[in-house]
């Protein structure tokens, strides 16, 4: 199970360093106060990689719990929710909505581009009767980025709370929750952070605190209540046991951004991705989007007379190799170039590369072009 060579936008590989760091002895994180003191300073690194100052938590489980959380927690029946919509995650979270007693009203846009600003101001001119507004950073099946730094002011001038969907995103594109006023920023542990999947990274501003705490009816449940969280410091005390393990792991991938520099990091995205969508275009190929390029992961749209869940199959059987397709109702027509976290490096990325050329070719693509060549004279460009 362990010798293929994968692909994929998340999970990521993870770094020999954050492997080794998940092996250690642990203390008891239940009574020893240290433990407190190392999951905070933890969830400050996060805190700065996010660029916020509003309090994070770490919550045992992977990014979907983080969307049920914020919905869960803000959600009371009747409640009127604005749900983005121009990808399959954002479509989404109008069940989490509605799961929870809201009211999910869909603003759609188109699936290969990402969000007009112009049309969500034109759509929030007539009606902005919202609670809180449901936003995916990069949605990724298709890899289209949404602009946070536009869509997140405009909802809080109408005084609409924001829930973020960063997980695919996240120290692989730029996300400032302070300045552009994202109220809940939702992330996970095994895309562009690169350490294993399990956990989700969670930031809640003051306005969305007080609108949990200020609810007229009780919130249902207990491990998607992110109210429980509020006083962990202060009390030395979690509301369950937490999965020290999996944080030790969390925080030293944190230390390998920090160490490189949160902006070099994303340069690096942005370098490996431009190169990536230069080189698919110049070979042939078609990139799914028209704009809105996550530099988190590349969405390709693979020939029909080959399709896509035959040059995944091919490059699995031939080459050890999983690269992934996408999701329904793409997933024969779409191909994910995951070069997020640690896959955003040049050897993983032109091994990768080399086995979709390889692939294709086998599989009759015609061209005299390479792959790798092409990504090779793009990147030094
Ligand atoms: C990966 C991802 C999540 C986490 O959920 P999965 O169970 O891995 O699908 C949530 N949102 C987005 C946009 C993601 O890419």
Redesign the pocket.
Known sequence: MNDKFVYA???TSVRENVRLERAKATTNPDVDEEFVEFYKNTCDKIGKIIKTENPVYILSG???L??EAACASLTEPGDRVLVLDN?I?GRGFKDFVEMYGGEGVLFSDEYNKAIDINKLNEFLDKDHNFKYATI??????TGVLNDLSKICPLLNEYGILTVV?????MAGEDIRVDKWKIDIA?G?S??AFSAP?GLTMVSVSEKAKSAMNNRKTPITGFYCNLTIWENYYKDKWFPYTMPISDIMGLSKAADNILEEGIENVLRRHERCANAVRKAIREYGLELFLSDGYSNTVTAVRIPENIGALKLKEHMLKSYNTLIITSLKPYYNEILRIGHMGENAREDKLVYALSIIDKGLKDLGFETDKNLVSLYNQYLTE
């Open positions: 936008p998340g999970p992977e990014g979907i983080g969307l990808g995650y995916v950073h990069c949605d990724t099946p969907d960063s997980v695919s995103a939702l996970g095994q895309k999947a």
